[in-house]
């Protein structure tokens, strides 16, 4: 479990620090100007309906559907048609009526900057069914317990984007961003192909040219499980989209605010989703397939054994990520993005926000886990009136706090429905559950470690100020 939790988080490090170069070169190249508000924008939509569609919601319905299939290549290779057809479907439309699509995210762009963003939202579109097919191929790789290629492969969109950059280093700023529009179709393309190596490699290939050969005559076999499957899907779509809404409404009432708010949750969110995604989200990556089988065969206390293991390695890890960033907020901010014109007022700002958000990173990332055991016990539905209670939550919460705090308001908000999540997907799992798990003498550690912790930090935030 943890070779596989270590292989997930260093492939999404190498990733963000390939990013991270992406994003210098770009600004490098467009600075901040109509060129990159429309690059931005036309890669905007195939990561939107990415992360909602194809992601979160396929993984966490199609391994426990694969697990307990009799017939998994004529399944598999039902469901990746149904959805590939749907994609392609809908990638056709936006290449038939890309300004519809473009008016669609950017409201406030002009007829004249729809016009001239709606060719790139058009090509930066087919991005979504390679994707998808990513996705489907990262699934089945992940059920064998091979984590290595789609951790890694993350990092050849953003090679590719770098490689456009360098490419079209001497040409017109419209020109970079068609050199980057096919930069990441080429990226998308790359993943496939690595993908595809490693479904090979596994000897995977024969149960899907098999499951695609018979389909036809096997079709009424599967036709229970794939009704089933999509029933489950829609549920998890709308639990992973929630997400989405709240960052999108985190943008809109920030827009209300003084300049540079948007800016603040950006760069603050930036740093709080690392040790999220490094921690919290590899090591579910890496849980799900076994808790799924677990659960598949009936065997539960294997699964919880194997969930109180992560539970303390990731309570360990975000509690330490924690006290960290809450304390020393200022200092990273200061360090990562104050230069040019990024002010001392900025960085106070954005740390406030940073703050904020780090009061949530514990229960954002521990409900990840237990989110496992509701998708590996088919509760796709609960998981969505958790999702959803929570995006009221913040809702709430943030038009209550956004008058008497600001932008930090919004960060705060963000957290309490953090909380809210958390809450509600414990009651779910099973309180006594919990209680088993956190009643151990690991607790007792955990918290004479914080407090260490925070004194050692403290103390070298006095040191750093006095070095200043």
Known sequence: MFKAIFTNSFGILFSRILGFLRDLLTASALGANIYSDIFFIAFKLPNLFRRIFAEGAFTQVFIPAYARSL???????????????????????????????????????????????????????????????????????QYKHHFATSAF???????????????????????????????????????????????????????????????????????????????????????????????????????????????????????????????????????????????????????????????????????????GGFILSHEIIHFLFERGAFSAVDTLNSSAVLQMYMIGLLPYGLQKLFLLWLYSKNMQMHAAKIATFSLLAYIVFSLSLISPMGVSGLALASTISGFVSFTLTVKAFGVKNFFDILLNKKAFYLILSAIFLTILLLIFKDFLHVHM
Not at 77 to 103: D, E, G, K, R
Not at 118 to 138: G, R
Not at 170 to 193: C, N, P, R, T, W
């Open 71 to 141: 017939h998994r290549g004529v399944f598999s290779a039902n469901i990746f048609i149904v959805f590939l057809s749907i994609i392609l479907l809908i990638t056709l439309l936006v290449n038939l009526l890309p300004s519809l699509a473009t008016q669609a995210i950017a409201v406030g762009f002009d007829e004249k900057t729809i016009e001239l963003a709606s060719p790139f939202v058009a090509i930066n579109f087919w991005y979504l069914p390679l994707i998808f097919a990513v996705t489907f191929l990262s699934t089945m790789l």
């Open 153 to 323: 492969s993350t990092a050849l969109l953003n090679i590719s984007l770098i490689l456009a950059l360098y490419f079209s280093n001497d040409k017109s700023q419209i020109e970079i961003v068609y050199y980057l529009s096919f930069g990441v179709v080429i990226g998308g393309i790359l993943q496939l192909a690595v993908h595809i190596i490693a479904i090979y490699k596994i000897g995977f290939t024969k149960l899907l040219i098999g499951g695609f050969k018979y389909l036809r005559v096997k079709s009424e076999l599967i036709k229970k499980e794939t009704g089933k499957f999509k029933q489950q899907f829609f549920p998890a779509m709308w639990g992973n989209s929630t997400a989405q809404v709240s960052a999108f409404l985190d943008t809109f009432l920030a827009s209300f605010l003084a300049t540079g708010s948007i800016s603040y949750l950006y760069y603050a969110n930036r740093i709080f989703q690392l040790p999220l995604a490094l921690f919290a989200i590899a090591t579910s990556i890496a849980l799900f397939p076994r808790v799924a089988k677990y659960i598949k065969n009936k065997d539960e206390e294997k699964a919880l054994a194997f969930l109180q293991k992560a539970f303390w390695f990731l309570a360990f890890l975000l509690t330490a990520s924690t006290i």
